[in-house]
């Protein structure tokens, strides 16, 4: 059996703002994308300000109008990505095998550093004390034998705070958490599991597989799995120093692809997820694409180009994205997989080269945000463009939502920080 | 309790062997204090806000103190109880 940890910073962007000025200890805290509009958006709150009811993603007047004393904080990414790589050196003292997931959250699979640190519980102890006492912030951590059960586990007990989860208690604990705490179940998944009566994640444990298989296809059976503990996804540990710095998203095991068209169609798809995430993480805008594809002798090629005018809208990506398929790909055999992936954030700052056109560039940006936000109202599905309805197995795809055909690919979190 | 920084002028060794040692630090007024002793060197959060200080504990005139190190502008700071 494994022991695998998931370690979540507490509040993590208004942790830090507290770090940095610890006379807003006791006062609602929340840091915002640009606090000079009205209209910035709320990126993150410390608990006091969660009590007055302040949400993530919504906009500082509407915050303001039920907490008056808010106060706030420009972000400050800079100092949020020194704070996590220093968390990471922590991690680092008692396993090498490291998952970011998003910028505040790791799993660590620490099996084989039992002997050397003690139990799960006591490395999560040491742990949670040492980034206390060193770093002046908090984490929840789960423990467990699996990375779900373990994701799980960090969220039940917080701040400051460590929840074990067993193969003997899991029934107990896990099982009466509803369906869409459950990684990746996001809002069209759990609409169709409650319909037909599968509300909490035990439910989905109880339910005949078959089933969940019939409402939900493969990923029925992936909810299965995770729902049972029977999950057994390692902790990709080497890829890490990657993904904390990068966006990506792929799409494998689909079909086979024998044109450029269809190509175009799944690299669209793929550069609206990461535009979408690259959006919502609020690192700015990236300077390097990256194209990989996998061939169905599942050969992977790869290419990147760095950009001179950084971006983070979905056309711009996927025309970026073709080209590089274009260079990199001789069709010796059809295409099984592609993933896009984004790098060298601008972390908020904009630096305008001397051919911007600012004000046809300011549109596509706002097209895309206006796109961003009839989706998160109203499903994923509502807007989508017409190339990818062309293929209705990819229309059902809910890959913004968080989800891909193989989830055991690069999905990076949509979780609130 | 509110605590303010005072950045200080210092006087630092570097070993051959990496890491900075202050020597002795001068107050605002001009006075001196030398450093008797570094007891340790940590990574610790200080009271009057800063993201990953430094922390030496030291021995300056027979009593124990705190002094940080701020890495991002170089610099090294007391702090000081702010009534
Ligand atoms: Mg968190």
Sequence with gaps: MRTILHSDLNNFYASVELLKHPECKGVPVAVCGNVEDRHGIILAKNQLAKSFG???????????KKCKNLVTFPADFSSY????????????????????????ECWLDVTDSLKIFGSGEEIAQKIRTAIKEEIGVTVSVGVSYNKIFAKLGSDMKKPDAVTVITPNNFKQTVWKLPAEDLLYVGKSTKTKLNSIGVHTIGDIA???????????????????RFANGFDDTPVAGKKTEESVKSIGNSLTDYKDLYNFEEVKTLILLLSESVASRLRESGLGRATTIKLSVTDNALKTYGKQITIDKPTRTATDIAKIAYKLFYQLYKWERPVRGIGVAVSNFTLGTEQLSIDTDIIKDGKKDRLELAVDGIRKKYGN??????RILQDPRLAETDIIGGHTVNPKTNVCGNDEI | MNYVKIYVRAVCEFSSDGGIKPLNIEWVDGRKFA?????????KPCLSGGVLPRRYTVIMGGQQKYLYYEKEKERWFVEKEFL
């Excluded at chain 1, 599905?381 to 017409?386: E, F, K, M, T, V």
């Design chain 1, 81 to 104: 990505i020194k704070v996590s790589e220093a968390v990471r050196g922590i991690y680092g003292r008692f396993t090498d095998n490291i998952e970011s997931f998003g910028i505040d």
């Design chain 1, 381 to 386: 599905h509502s807007l989508q463009r017409a």
């Design chain 2, 35 to 43: 450093i008797d002793r570094v007891k340790f060197v940590e990574r």
């Design chain 1, 206 to 224: 109880t339910t005949d597989e078959k089933v969940l298989v019939g409402l939900l296809g493969v990923w029925g059976k992936t909810l299965y």
């Design chain 1, 54 to 64: 302040v949400k993530t993603g919504e906009v500082l007047w509407e915050a303001k």
